[in-house]
């Protein structure tokens, strides 16, 4: 199948597949951006837009046809700086020749390639079959700096994608200082539109935000040093129209786990500008003569059928094409972490005990988290001193691992390998190895410091103790935490131009780091986290496919948290807990079938202290793994759709849908409860119209009549749901007639 096409003018490129057309001409060596969204048959330039100048005061281009055009009013694919585009510039650089900062880049020539163009060192979406992909590499060049800037364009055969990127190469005798490059820039006509992001922070990560876009600029970043609670690396570009089920979305996700920097600029003429990118705040790189830089890419995905739509493209592509590991299809097993059940108040025997219960529920893989090593007896040591505590496990990890084998369990472990506490050894012996500027001191959080991973020494010394911890026993499953934010960010052995590229140099650092450890351990399945869900982002996913979502555990906010985060991320990539009530974090108390409903729409865990439940509890827990077992691939891996949104009413539900559509289970979840509720129904979505589908409770419907007259959600059986937060969680099957 051919993806991407030049005209026979040889001056405009389209790129469809089946669902989408991105289009972009070259007119007098400018890249002029068309469109991008629903698939056009052709481009025929009938648009010639914008035909003149729109300002007297921003300077002019001379087009060969005499017809004069600013730079400040196109759309453009790669906006230069200081050259007559007042907007954001797609890159900020500063010739290091004789200091200029003006940028000329032009049109010098382009190549087609099959199949996806990785960037070395750099988590990058990839083929899951040969040939599935084309990619389009338009090289721009400023012939006085002698640079070139290579814009990179995929498209995939199977998804209403388009992944993007830049390199940057000096080709010159004079060092670049690069202060700014985006990984895309894209400019769309003027049109009335929302913005939607995810906003959050520890504990409360992922809330939905949607807002008009008003002239002006808007910026959603991080300088955290992480992707971050505060804001996920995702922004969607909506019409004021679009719902969960109809409307268009343009979806916008950085494969990145550093500062990023998403710009929205709506400019004079009432066009949008969208630039996603490394946040160029905490940035510079200098780009010597020879070298070269590719930033980070962008999954641009379009749907025109709503929010439930593109959540459904963007997981089969994130499952397809980002999530690397040999987990992306397995069924995840049920996990028991012992966090919320000692911390880190345990020895052998609680273990044990907490096993043997765990194994009676039907729990598949115990995770043994913080406080195994060093001398971790609460969170001001042992960082970075990984080697088992002997006392607290005499037989260590192996007699562990052991333990829970003979209880047919397997055994996970928890690191985080990226920060040092001050009382370590590991810090006695290599202050030196830690982010700061000795001057200046260190600011703690939560009691650690950060490791200076851009030294090879530093990744050296954790790449060999992880491996010698992971193969010191049966270890099936690590979780690789990453507990505060960036501050003193200063690399003692980088010279000081390089100071500014800490930040990035540091999370390529961790890729690296993250790439030989996945490969050398190829068996055993990684879950990233960050203090919850402070790193959910792509550029983990591409190493571990699944995150701890966030470390709120109850149901009632997790509501919030998963609905957002579902809105990106696949289900089949988000770690959800049950854990005691009243709950640690908030104090709330909930039922046992409302925290296991809510667990189970994701990946189940069990996370409290199961030696304090009654035995009725127990049993309900029991069943919840059951049915969970039973049902994890549709869960996993069907087609989930958001019926209602937490963030619009005091109710929520959500279903999965097998692919064969003979399947279903709906959550759905009452807020507080009312004696006079009000009656409202419940309409399900992607059943098939003529099939009758029967519920567990035996009632029996056709899916036209679910999806359009929809059920009173507020029973279970034939019984009212009762209580505050009362959930249902329903299976219905196809019925052969
Ligand atoms: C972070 C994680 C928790 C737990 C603790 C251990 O906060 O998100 O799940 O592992 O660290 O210290």
């Not at 992971?470 to 690590?478: K, Q, T």
Request: aromatic share 12%.
């Amino acid at each position: 199948m051919t993806l991407i096409t030049l005209n026979d003018k040889k001056n405009v490129f389209h790129l469809s597949n089946q669902w989408v057309s991105y289009v972009f001409s070259v007119e007098d060596k400018q890249l002029i951006h068309k469109y991008f969204g629903k698939k056009i048959h052709t481009y025929s330039g009938g648009m010639d837009y914008p035909e003149k100048t729109r300002s007297s005061f921003s300077p002019d281009l001379p087009f060969e046809d005499e017809l004069k055009v600013s730079l400040d009013a196109v759309l453009q694919e790669f906006p230069g700086s200081n050259q007559g585009d007042y907007r954001s510039s797609g890159i900020e650089v500063v010739f290091d020749a004789h200091g200029n900062t003006n940028t000329k880049f032009e049109y010098e020539s382009h190549s087609i390639t099959k199949g996806v163009i990785p960037s070395p060192g750099l988590p990058s979406s990839f083929d899951a079959e040969k040939g599935e992909s084309e990619t389009l590499a338009i090289t721009l060049r400023d012939e006085a700096e002698q640079v070139d800037v290579t814009l990179y364009y995929t498209i995939f055969e199977d998804s209403p994608t388009i992944v993007r990127k830049c390199r940057i190469n000096n080709k010159g005798q004079a060092s670049v200082k690069i202060d700014k490059l985006v990984s895309m820039s894209l400019d769309f006509p003027a049109a009335t539109n929302e913005l939607i992001h995810l906003s959050g922070s520890w504990a409360q990560e992922r809330q939905v935000v949607r807002e008009k876009i008003n002239r002006g600029i808007k910026v959603l970043r991080s300088k955290r040093g992480s992707s971050s609670h505060n804001q996920n690396p995702f922004c969607a570009i909506v019409q004021p129209t679009t719902t969960e089920e109809s409307g268009e979305v343009y979806g916008f996700s950085f494969v990145y786990s550093g500062d990023h920097e998403t710009i929205i600029e709506k400019d004079s003429f009432d066009q949008l500008r969208i630039q996603m990118g490394i946040n160029h705040e905490t940035f510079s790189w200098v780009l010597e003569s020879g070298d070269e830089f590719y930033t980070p890419e962008v999954i641009m995905t379009f749907s025109p059928n709503g929010l439930n739509g593109f959540s459904q493209e963007m997981h089969d592509f994130v499952t397809t094409h980002i999530v690397k590991s040999s987990y992306k299809e397995k069924h995840r097993p049920v996990l028991m972490n012992n966090w919320e059940a000692t911390y880190m108040a345990f020895d052998e025997e609680t273990i044990h005990s907490l096993m043997e219960e765990g194994a009676k529920l039907g729990v598949e893989l115990f995770v043994l988290d913080d406080g195994w090593f060093g001398k971790r007896n609460d969170d001001t040591g042992g960082l970075g001193d990984w080697w088992v505590n002997e006392t607290k496990l005499p037989n260590g990890l192996k007699g562990l691992a052991t333990y829970a084998k003979n209880l047919n369990m397997s055994f996970g472990l928890w690191f985080e390998p990226e920060m040092v506490s001050p009382k370590s050894d590991l810090y006695k012996k290599h202050p030196d190895w830690v982010l700061h500027y000795e001057k200046k001191g260190m600011s703690p959080a939560r009691n650690q410091y950060m490791l200076d991973l851009t030294r090879q020494d530093v990744r050296d010394y954790l790449y060999t103790s992880i491996e010698a911890i992971l193969m010191s026993a049966d270890i099936s499953y690590v979780k690789w935490d990453m507990n505060r934010n960036f501050s003193e960010t200063y690399a003692k052995q980088l010279s000081t131009s390089k100071q500014k590229e800490v930040s990035h140099r540091y999370v390529l650092g961790l890729y690296e780091l993250l790439e030989r450890l996945t490969t050398r351990f190829p068996d055993i399945l990684f879950e990233s986290c960050s203090g919850g869900g402070g790193r959910f982002d792509l550029g983990m996913l591409y190493y571990m496919p699944q995150t701890w979502t966030s470390d709120n555990t109850d149901p009632v906010e997790r509501l919030r948290i998963q609905y957002g985060t579902s809105l990106v991320y696949p289900i089949s990539t988000m770690g959800s807990h049950v854990s005691a009530s009243p709950n640690h974090q908030n104090g709330r108390m909930t039922s046992i079938d409302t925290r296991g409903h809510v667990a189970m729409s994701g990946l189940l865990g069990y996370e409290l202290d199961l030696l304090r439940i009654d035995e009725d509890e127990k049993e309900a827990m029991r069943k919840q793994i059951d049915f969970y077992k039973k049902h994890r691939d549709l869960i996993q891996y069907g087609t989930f759709y958001r019926l209602l949104s937490p963030f619009e009413g005091d109710q929520t539900a959500w279903m999965f849908v097998s692919k064969d559509k003979q399947e279903a289970i709906v959550f759905y979840c009452n807020g507080l409860a009312s004696a006079a509720p009000s009656l409202k129904k419940l309409k399900l979505q992607g059943l098939l119209e003529n099939q009758k589908y029967v519920f567990d409770n035996g009632v029996s419907s056709y899916g036209s009549e679910l999806m359009n007259m929809g059920f009173y959600s507020l029973t279970k059986g034939h019984q009212d749901i009762l209580g505050d937060f009362a959930t249902s969680f329903s299976y219905l099957k196809g019925l052969s007639e």
